[in-house]
């Protein structure tokens, strides 16, 4: 059974960093594109950040580009977010995910991806 559980969320005062962790098991970690996500209360959940299964890739939405970073540790089958730089806007639930297939295609779109972690609550204050 795939089970992906995140760590790390907390509440910080703005520009501030914080580390999510996304440890994985049940699945052959190594083969897959991964995924964060983000919803903030009253909003669409919206892709934040992705790394290729290889991690050679990676792709970030255009609000968290050059503050964030993702990178995956496939021998610990952990996939991590640094989120530096921290604004009010980045306040939000973030979820770890885990693409469709093996070896898919780095993807934004959230049809891609089909199991999800239970979330991990980051509070950005002013």
């Known amino acids: 059974q795939v089970r992906l559980v995140e760590s790390g969320g907390g509440l910080v005062q703005a520009g501030d960093s914080l580390r999510l962790s996304c440890a994985a098991s049940?699945?052959?970690?190594?083969?897959?594109?991964m995924g964060w996500f983000r919803q903030a209360p009253g909003k669409e959940r919206e892709f934040v950040a992705g790394?290729?299964?290889?991690?050679?890739?990676?792709l970030y939405a255009d609000s968290v580009k050059g503050r964030f970073s993702i990178s995956r540790d496939n021998a610990k089958n952990t996939v991590i977010l640094q989120m530096n730089s921290l604004k009010r806007e980045d306040t939000a639930v973030y979820y770890c995910a885990r693409s469709r297939g093996w070896y898919g295609s780095l993807s934004s779109g959230q049809e891609e991806y089909d199991y999800w972690g239970q979330g991990t609550q980051v509070t950005v204050s002013s």
């Open positions: 049940g699945l052959t970690f190594s083969k897959y594109v």
């Open positions: 790394i290729s299964w290889s991690a050679g890739r990676t």
